[in-house]
Structures are given as C-alpha cells and as structure tokens.
C-alpha cells in the first residue's frame, strides 16, 4: 500500500484565554501568529500549523498511559543534543515548566516542557531522516 497520508497538517490545542497562550507561544517558542479571535488563534510553529482553541478550565491535550503516567500527544525535535541542551536552558532562562534532560533507552535525549494551560510536549535530539537531510543542505 503506498502512503496515503503526506503529513499532519494541523494539531488543536485547547487553551483558556486565547490572546494568553497566543502571546505565550509566539514569544517563548518564536511562532508566528497569523490569525486570532475569541474563540481561536492559529499559529505557524515547527513546520507545523498549530490552532489553539478556547476551552474550558482544565482541559489538556495529555493523556494518561496504562500505568498511570501523563503523556503528551507532540514532539518536536532538535538537531543534535548541544541543540537540546541550548534550548532546555532557554526554556529555563525564560521561566518555563520544563522537565529534566532524560536518557529513556533510545537514541538521543528528550525533555518535556509545559504551556500555561498545562499541555505538555517533548522535545528530542533527534531529527527525522527527511528534515535532517533539510537541516544538513543548508
């Protein structure tokens, strides 16, 4: 079977105050806004376009595995683990939740950071075959 699907297109966040999470992204993660209202913002961030949208108190894009533990639902990458420790310290410099540095029994490092409504995402060292023949060419 040949694939089908090329790629994710767009990934929904729930958010509590729009206009919050959309500063707080373009800022701390340098996407770049391109539409808002009070229900929603849409964003361009890691080759990836991003929607936050309005939702109530509590609401997050984790999930619980069956052993208990949270999860997030996105990870992002960086080329190589200087570029992931750079950016943990960043994320640090900057006041954001962020996780520790962790060794989880597979290639590379990752760490988990958090928005201000509670999403959580990964980060890992290390790039997919086709971005990282992208990121060499350059």
Not at 95 to 123: S, W
Request: glycine fraction near 8%; charged fraction near 25%.
């Amino acid at each position: 079977m040949s694939e089908k699907l090329i790629r994710i297109g767009t990934i929904y966040l729930p958010v509590t105050d729009i206009n919050r999470s959309a500063k707080w992204y373009v800022r701390h993660l340098g996407a770049k806004l391109n539409y808002q209202d009070d229900d929603k913002a849409i964003l361009d961030l890691a080759n990836q376009s991003i929607f936050l949208v309005k939702s109530g108190e509590g609401e997050s894009a984790n999930f619980t595995d069956h052993r208990g533990n949270e999860r997030f639902s996105v990870t992002f990458e960086v080329d190589g683990l200087v570029e992931l420790e750079a950016l943990h310290g960043d994320f640090i410099s900057l006041g954001m939740e962020v996780g520790a540095i962790e060794d989880r029994g597979h290639a590379g490092r990752n760490f988990v950071f958090y928005d201000p409504d509670g999403n959580a995402f990964d980060v890992w060292s290390e790039l997919s075959p086709s971005f990282r023949h992208l990121a060499h060419k350059e």
